[in-house]
């Protein structure tokens, strides 16, 4: 399921046409249809208009699987779409300096080893230069970041 061992483990993408042919995904909060392409008005089955928006439909499926392992026991504190500051420290003062922002997809706590997971989901394992780069600088900041896939 998931693929640690640092960034170098990623895939690299050449180009950003991957996120181009991603079909975005919308959950219905209400009975869970999937609805894909466009966000629709009111949910087909049931009428609701409030939606779970995913940029692909392996980061839906992630979420599923994420949220029954949280029904279970296995994890908690499930969130999407976690900003994390990058930071830098001053030449002259020696202070942190916030120079950008990661955002995570995916971040729980494992009930089991108490530890923190910050994950990334891409489609095969395809990330940007840009992507790849703020992964390693969180990593930098001693935060794992693990590849779901």
Same mark, same amino acid.
């Given at each position: 399921?998931?693929?640690?061992?640092?960034?170098?483990?990623?895939?690299?993408?050449?180009?950003?046409?991957?996120?181009?042919?991603?079909?975005?995904?919308?959950? #219905?909060?209400?009975?869970?249809?999937?609805?894909?392409?466009?966000? /629709?008005?009111?949910?087909?089955? #049931?009428?609701?208009?409030?939606?779970?928006?995913?940029?692909?439909?392996?980061?839906?499926?992630?979420?599923?699987?994420?949220?029954?392992?949280?029904?279970?026991?296995?994890?908690?504190?499930? =969130?999407?779409?976690?900003?994390?500051?990058?930071?830098?420290?001053?030449?002259?003062?020696?202070?942190?300096?916030?120079?950008?922002?990661?955002?995570?997809?995916? @971040?729980?706590?494992?009930?089991?080893?108490? =530890?923190?997971?910050?994950?990334? #989901?891409?489609?095969?394992?395809?990330?940007?230069?840009?992507?790849?780069?703020?992964? @390693? #600088?969180?990593?930098?900041?001693?935060? /794992?970041?693990?590849?779901?896939?």
């Amino acid at each position: 399921m998931a693929k640690s061992g640092g960034w170098k483990g990623f895939g690299r993408s050449t180009d950003q046409t991957f996120a181009q042919h991603a079909i975005k995904v919308f959950i #219905c909060r209400g009975c869970g249809a999937w609805h894909e392409r466009v966000k /629709p008005a009111a949910c087909s089955a #049931c009428g609701r208009m409030d939606y779970d928006e995913f940029p692909s439909r392996g980061e839906a499926k992630a979420w599923m699987r994420l949220r029954l392992r949280e029904e279970r026991g296995e994890i908690e504190s499930l =969130e999407r779409q976690v900003r994390i500051p990058l930071l830098t420290v001053h030449h002259r003062t020696g202070k942190p300096v916030a120079w950008g922002n990661y955002i995570a997809d995916f @971040r729980w706590r494992d009930v089991q080893t108490g =530890e923190t997971v910050v994950a990334e #989901c891409k489609p095969g394992g395809q990330m940007t230069y840009e992507s790849q780069l703020k992964v @390693r #600088c969180v990593e930098a900041m001693g935060i /794992p970041v693990t590849m779901l896939t």
